[in-house]
């Protein structure tokens, strides 16, 4: 499971084709971080293996399964507490008050998605998860105005924790620096609409037939047909639940040294390498979700789907490099830290995208400035234009400043970011260069579509002048293979199948796969 990790990290060397069982650490050799980054990932993935293949997809014990939905108040006054007993008259009114708001109530308990553990600590209302709304889900309001039905699903991913979102992992016998940081299980229950743009999830129509051929089973007291009107519901949420990954469906291929190239170009230019002075890890990641441009322009200026299209960011340092905010109005913004030295710090003309943790949380990209100046003594930034964010001491959505690393004049999109364009073949025609010698492309294929946050990792060795990136032999000419991103990889789970009546949610269906754990003696 790839994360939204941002870690300042050398490179991620864990690959799961190759069946590492675990990783030996020698006497007298070099550390590396990549190593044990590497036995943790080994050891999470036999976990969760191990879990997915007995459990299934998703499932929980009936004893202790949560994120169950919660729809009446009766529900809310039969719910007990840890130690079994009612829960207190201010708990159950507070909980019947955000059922009010939020139309239902998420359960607490545990839950495996792709063997997964995912953990909700407490009852809450839908709109009080952190970050709601979320990029898929459709607004309470509007689901309100409507009868459904509906599927809700809950995605489960992983996030970066840095000392700055979290100060409780740092030693304070170090003075509080920052050693390792941490990956964190993310869940968020949402309203799924019937159709993304050119992908359609679910039929309404036809699960709303299917709705009520479960009702009249149920009228008719029929067992067998109860059971088959419940198994096509379930059917249902399930083939949904795999249409949820055909959301990103791109790739992206990378290289710095020509090694070879078709015949005729015989020419390699001593500059067709990596030509960085120091190794890097380069991240490139999209900002804007769509399909890639489409190359038309209006007198050298990008035209056509320019402003809907794709568009990505990149950096050297992994995007690991954040300035916390202590303020923001407008466009000034005052940081707490001006970075460790000067290849890490900020500088005039740098691109920064400002983030929270709500943004993080929705999968949203924040807007991207450039840096106009910069005023050493009092830790402030003024950027080249307004945002439509605001912070003070007081937050506590952990904003920051995160600096990437193209140039001034890269920003060639309405949102600053840079156009994805496709293409395929070797010349250098259909390669996008980054600097040094780093050159990326988004192979062209039918059915491409880019999600914000998707993200690939070059590692750059000075030592070789090229980069750390796979190749085959095509024609007899060693080129970089094209590769899914490395992450954010997002794994669903279907909740339940509601319906609307009168404003308020009806669970038709109950999604989960509960099971009984039974002690063999």
């Known amino acids: 499971m790839q994360g939204e990790f941002r870690a300042d990290v050398s490179r991620d060397t864990f690959d799961a084709s ?29 976990l969760r293996s191990l879990a997915a293949d007995l459990i299934g997809p998703h499932g929980g014990n009936a004893a202790v399964a949560g994120f169950n939905l ?21 708990t159950v009114k507070s909980l019947k008050e955000a059922l009010r708001a939020s139309g239902f109530l998420i359960g607490a308990g545990r839950y495996y998605v792709d063997g997964t553990l995912c953990v909700n600590e407490s009852n809450e209302g839908f709109i009080q998860q952190a970050g709601y709304p979320f990029e898929l889900n459709l607004p309470l309001d509007q689901i309100r105005e409507t009868t459904g039905p509906y599927m809700i699903f809950l995605d489960v991913w992983e996030r970066h924790i840095s000392s700055f979102d979290d100060v409780d992992i740092t030693e304070v016998a170090l003075g509080g620096a920052e050693t390792a940081s941490r990956a964190q299980v993310v869940t968020s ?75 005729g170009d015989c020419n390699i230019q001593p500059e067709a390498q990596y030509r960085g002075p120091e190794n890097q890890l380069y991240r490139i990641e999209i900002h804007r979700s769509g399909v890639a441009w489409d190359g038309v322009t209006d007198r050298d200026t990008p035209a056509g789907n320019a402003n809907s299209a794709a568009t990505f960011k990149w950096s050297r340092e992994n995007g690991s490099l954040a300035f916390p905010i202590l303020s923001l109005n407008s466009d000034l913004v005052r940081i707490s830290s001006p970075g460790r030295d000067a290849t890490r710090s900020l500088n005039v003309d740098d691109w920064v995208e400002v983030v929270d943790d709500n943004l993080t949380l929705k999968g949203e990209s924040g807007p991207l400035r450039r840096i106009k100046s910069i005023n050493p003594d009092d830790l402030t930034v003024t950027l080249n234009a307004p945002v439509d964010l605001s912070y003070d001491e007081n937050s506590t959505v952990h904003p920051q400043l995160r600096r990437w690393d193209q140039r001034k004049s890269d920003g060639s999109s309405a949102d600053n970011a840079l156009l994805v364009t496709e293409a395929t073949g070797e010349d250098p025609i259909d ?15 039918t059915g491409n579509s880019y999600r914000a946050g998707d993200y690939w990792l070059v590692p750059a060795r000075v030592a070789t002048g090229d980069v750390l990136w796979p190749r085959k032999i095509e024609s007899k000419v060693s080129v970089a293979k094209a590769l899914p991103p490395h992450g954010i990889e997002h794994h669903y789970a279907p909740l339940a199948i509601v319906s609307i009546d009168n404003q308020n949610f009806i669970l038709e269906q109950d999604c989960r796969r509960v099971f009984d754990y039974v002690a063999v003696i």
């Open 18 to 46: 190759k069946q590492f069982s675990r990783v030996f650490l020698q006497q007298g050799r070099v550390q590396l971080d990549a190593d044990w980054n590497e036995q943790g990932d080994i050891f999470s993935r036999y």
């Open 70 to 90: 919660i729809t009446t108040e009766a529900e809310i006054d039969n719910l007990k507490g840890e130690s079994g007993n009612n829960l207190p008259a201010d």
């Open 189 to 263: 229950v949402f309203v799924l609409p019937p159709k993304l743009g050119d992908v359609t999830f679910y039929d309404q129509v036809q699960l709303s037939t299917d709705i009520t051929t479960l009702k009249n089973a149920i009228t008719a007291n029929n067992d067998t047909d109860i059971r088959n009107a419940r198994q096509t519901l379930l059917a249902s949420a399930e083939a949904t639940r795999k249409r949820l990954s055909i959301i990103s469906r791109a790739s992206m291929r990378a290289r710095a040294r020509v090694s070879g190239m078709p015949e």
């Open 431 to 445: 390669w996008i260069t980054l600097e040094d010698g780093v050159q990326i492309q988004f192979p062209k294929a």
